[in-house]
Nanobody, 114 residues
């Protein structure tokens, strides 16, 4: 069973940056569309950035131009570089396939606050 492990979250001020990492067992990064999803308190989980098996990327309108998704299939790791963070970006961030087919990991908390 594929296990997903997210890391890299933290507390930052508005305008600062963070880089999240997602590691997974197996070869899913070279096989499936993968995505970063996030869930803020009281809100539904939503996807924010996705990357295909061949490296094509897509972003939600909220993060377009600020977030960059990348991956290293050799390292079985996916990244999310988040720049110019805003308070509305505060959420628990998860990785999964897109659409979601795997069990959710524990996620990593991102808090943007002054």
């Amino acid at each position: 069973q594929v296990q997903l492990v997210e890391s890299g979250g933290g507390l930052v001020q508005p305008g600062e940056s963070l880089r999240l990492s997602c590691t997974a067992s197996g070869t899913i990064f070279s096989t499936y569309w993968m995505a970063w999803h996030r869930q803020a308190p009281g809100k539904q989980r939503e996807w924010v950035a996705a990357i295909s098996d061949d490296g094509s990327t897509r972003y939600s309108g909220d993060v377009q131009g600020r977030f960059t998704v990348s991956k290293s299939s050799a390292e079985s790791t996916m990244y999310l570089q988040m720049n110019d963070l805003k308070p509305d970006d505060s959420a628990v961030y998860y990785c999964n396939t897109m659409p979601q087919t795997l069990g959710w990991g524990q996620g990593t908390q991102v808090t943007v606050s002054s």
